[in-house]
């Protein structure tokens, strides 16, 4: 039950094309959008004009019918998506940090720029998760397993942290720290997410944990709102079955 990157094993084999993608186990693909993949956001940051457009090309270059996303709310709720709800990359109205699903054909998605995304696959059924200090506090990891395994997900999960708020660059007030009992310090006032992310997942009983360790908010290859403010887009995590 390994805790720590296994990069012969399932780690982006490149950045070349389309973002960092891997294969997971079951049938499932992953994928980490970049900048150069465009802004994925609706709402928010440069060129959020064309976020539907970029979302609807990603869809179509996953060989995707739906990627299923949803309004962010840095909470713990995960969507359980049973049907097609949509069609290329067009949202569902709802409120909701996470997917979990067994279909075919469909993405789960989740938007970032800072916040961790989180990746889940099982045999049968993957599930993707927005986790910032608040989703994390929330316990939307653990919601997220439960998730996976009500629609159908068997067998050993793997779970992949992507890029986001690296314990270099965070930088966040004592009412945090506090939030996590102080774990996972770096510094005075750094704090490492990924690492609590983690944890948390190994003790939702997740096999095997695997972490991109890249920054958003000193790579410039990512958008970060720590670094960029409101002009920040947003990249995606993308899992699905294949």
Same mark, same amino acid.
């Given at each position: 039950?390994?805790?720590?990157?296994?990069?012969?094993? +399932?780690?982006?084999? =490149?950045? =070349? %094309?389309?973002?960092? @993608?891997?294969?997971?186990?079951?049938?499932?693909?992953?994928?980490? $959008?970049? @900048?150069?993949?465009?802004?994925?956001?609706?709402? @928010?940051?440069?060129?959020?004009?064309?976020?539907?457009? /970029?979302?609807?090309?990603?869809?179509? /270059?996953?060989?995707?019918?739906? &990627?299923?996303?949803?309004?962010?709310? *840095?909470?713990?709720?995960?969507?359980?998506?049973? =049907?097609?709800?949509?069609?290329?990359?067009?949202?569902?109205?709802?409120?909701?940090?996470?997917?979990?699903?067994? &279909?075919?054909?469909?993405?789960?998605?989740?938007?970032?720029?800072?916040?961790?995304?989180?990746?889940?696959?099982?045999? #049968?059924?993957?599930?993707? &998760? *927005?986790?910032?200090?608040?989703?994390?506090?929330? #316990?939307?990891?653990?919601?997220?397993?439960?998730?996976?395994?009500?629609?159908?997900?068997? %067998?050993?999960?793997?779970? &992949?942290?992507?890029?986001?708020?690296?314990?270099?660059?965070?930088?966040?007030?004592?009412?945090?720290?506090?939030?996590? %009992?102080?774990?996972? +310090?770096?510094? /005075?006032?750094?704090? !490492?997410?990924?690492?609590?992310?983690?944890?948390?997942?190994?003790?939702?009983?997740?096999?095997?944990?695997?972490?991109? !360790?890249?920054? $958003?908010?000193?790579? $410039?290859?990512?958008?970060? *709102? @720590?670094?960029?403010? /409101?002009?920040?887009?947003?990249?995606?995590?993308?899992?699905?079955?294949?």
């Amino acid at each position: 039950m390994g805790e720590k990157m296994a990069p012969e094993q +399932r780690a982006p084999a =490149s950045v =070349s %094309g389309l973002g960092l @993608r891997c294969e997971l186990p079951g049938g499932g693909g992953a994928l980490f $959008t970049m @900048r150069r993949d465009g802004n994925l956001s609706t709402m @928010r940051g440069e060129h959020s004009e064309n976020g539907g457009r /970029e979302r609807d090309r990603i869809c179509a /270059e996953l060989g995707l019918d739906w &990627l299923c996303a949803s309004r962010q709310v *840095h909470g713990a709720s995960v969507q359980r998506v049973y =049907s097609q709800g949509g069609s290329g990359g067009r949202a569902v109205a709802i409120d909701a940090d996470g997917h979990a699903t067994s &279909l075919h054909g469909v993405g789960a998605m989740v938007l970032v720029a800072d916040c961790l995304p989180v990746l889940l696959a099982a045999h #049968g059924a993957v599930a993707a &998760l *927005h986790a910032g200090w608040r989703g994390l506090a929330a #316990g939307v990891l653990r919601e997220g397993v439960r998730a996976l395994r009500e629609v159908g997900g068997e %067998g050993e999960i793997v779970a &992949l942290i992507g890029p986001g708020a690296g314990p270099c660059c965070y930088e966040v007030g004592e009412e945090v720290h506090a939030v996590f %009992g102080g774990a996972h +310090r770096v510094g /005075e006032r750094h704090i !490492d997410l990924a690492a609590i992310a983690q944890q948390r997942l190994v003790a939702a009983g997740v096999g095997e944990v695997e972490r991109l !360790d890249i920054c $958003t908010i000193c790579d $410039t290859r990512f958008y970060s *709102h @720590r670094r960029e403010g /409101e002009r920040a887009g947003r990249q995606a995590g993308v899992v699905w079955l294949s």
